[in-house]
Nanobody, 125 residues
Framework: QVQLVESGGGLVQAGGSLRLSCAAS????????MGWFRQAPGKDRDFVAH????????YYADSVKGRFTISRDNAKNTMYLQMNSLKPEDTAVYYC??????????????????WGQGTQVTVSS
């Protein structure tokens, strides 16, 4: 029902910042809880961050807490991931995801029914 498109990835030096965007269409954006996942080469897809449908509650993986900030603007049908103090180990393809559940378990990929195609983030040392 909803289509998701990520943007904002690229190449950045360690310690730098990037802001990823996820634009949604084809559904009622405000009805979806949203999340970010990432997958490095040869690795499983890992949870990064989650935000509830109304933006009131957020959740982060321990590896990014304090460095990344998830937010959403329901009026613009867009979710964001602000990434600061980037490290080489943050290098991965980052995926935007949407869930029909109001309060899904944030870190479980199976809770999300809709996924974007991903955007590459590369952090050089």
């Amino acid at each position: 029902q909803v289509q998701l498109v990520e943007s904002g990835g690229g190449l950045v030096q360690a310690g730098g910042s990037l802001r990823l965007s996820c634009a949604a269409s084809g559904g009622t954006f405000s009805s979806y809880a949203m999340g970010w996942f990432r997958q490095a080469p040869g690795k499983d897809r890992d949870f990064v961050a989650h935000i509830r449908w109304n933006g009131r509650n957020t959740y982060y993986a321990d590896s990014v807490k304090g460095r990344f900030t998830i937010s959403r603007d329901n009026a613009k049908n867009t979710m964001y991931l602000q990434m600061n103090s980037l490290k080489p180990e943050d290098t991965a393809v980052y995926y935007c995801a949407a869930s029909n559940y109001v309060t899904p378990t944030p870190q479980l990929a199976q809770m999300y029914g809709y996924w974007g195609q991903g955007t590459q983030v590369t952090v050089s040392s």
